[in-house]
């Protein structure tokens, strides 16, 4: 198949994403499964065929490119996404939540298998109605309850991924996909932000939502016998103080997913790993809760953006938040231009992030006095509070596109406002 993933192994990236924070990577077993599900042939996949060939090639997209995103957004786009704030789906919600458990470690061989990098095109099986979304993950990721926190009775679809999960979009298996941006405590999820760069989807949404930890052993097992704690980086970074404080003295190892890790214990039965997960996954693959709420801050929460293959209309009736992208190419004063557009229009900002420019890393500048000097390149990125159909913000970005050489509206979606204390993600 010809992709942007078949030219940057998902493997090779996910290690070097794992590789600076943990003393070893686990090739975790799901890594190698195929896929089940089969991807449907047709127009959309050609069309995103020589989209993800221009990415590849060079984020560097023209003044036109930009005019007809903005255009996109502002007339004729096709769908409007459901309401993200409605009431947690209830059964993906209890992910957070304490339920009696079963303590035979069986790994329940119906739960839905996550998809792989896609090996061929034939047709998907119809779904009805039934919106798909895709997560990264097993079933018991956080990413799945924010998937059901998005679209209730939605179908979520694992993947073994996160870019089999933008993949899974482009290529109609799935209508939207859920991934984790940031984190109140462990930061930016930066693999994200370079992958929205490189494949075409629109954000359409946004979800936050309160990550309660455990601490997930095999029945029995008590904490003497453990010499390592499995899960995903995040979930390490985020419980790494109290690890300390239970004494927990031993190897982290990173994998894909905090549920992963817990159906990889239950799996190989292993008794002296101990996964950092949720309570549901505790439940999903048999495994005793060892010790409970072990982020090292209450108030723990990710933020999820939702992706769809348009943008939705935006509106002015509720609160909007729009994310966008740029690089610039003369002077350093340009960030604090871009940032003066917004500020002269009392338009708040919610983040900024900077990232490496890939295809133009660095950038000289002849100094008479001490030869060439050299820089390095960033993308930003950019959330601002307010609606690209309010015409503050279309003229904060007619403004912006005035000092750029490049920029890209990521998405003009409703913000999640869903009232938010530490303890919500336990109901
Ligand atoms: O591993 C999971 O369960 C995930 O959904 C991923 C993820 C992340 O990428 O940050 C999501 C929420 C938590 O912050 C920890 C991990």
Redesign the pocket.
Known sequence: MESSISQSPALKSLISYHKPHYHQIMKHKFLQRSSSRKTRTGTIQCIYRSDSRNFTGGIGLNRTDWQSSCAILASNVVSQQPETEKANNSEIAAVNGHKTLDLAPIVDQNLPKPLSLIPDLSPAPMHGNQLRVA???VP?????A?AGKAYPKCEAIPCDQFEVAFQAVELWLADRAVL?VE?SL?GS?HRNYDLLLRHRLHIVGEVQ?P?HHCLLVLPGVRKEYLNRVI??P??LS?CELTLTKLGLNVAREAV?????AAEFIASNNLRDTAAI??ARAAELYGLQILADGIQDDLG?V?RFVMLAREPIIPRTDRPFKTSIVFAHDKGTSVLFKVLSAFAFRNISLTKIESRPHRNCPIRCVDDANVGTAKHFEYMFYIDFEASMAEPRAQNALAEVQEFTSFLRVLGSYPMDMTPWSPRNGDE
Do not use: R
């Open positions: 997560y990264q993950g018991g990721a956080y990413s799945e924010a984790p984190n462990g999820i939502l990550v899960s995903h995040q979930a985020q894909d997913d905090t549920a992963g997960a949720s723990n990710t």
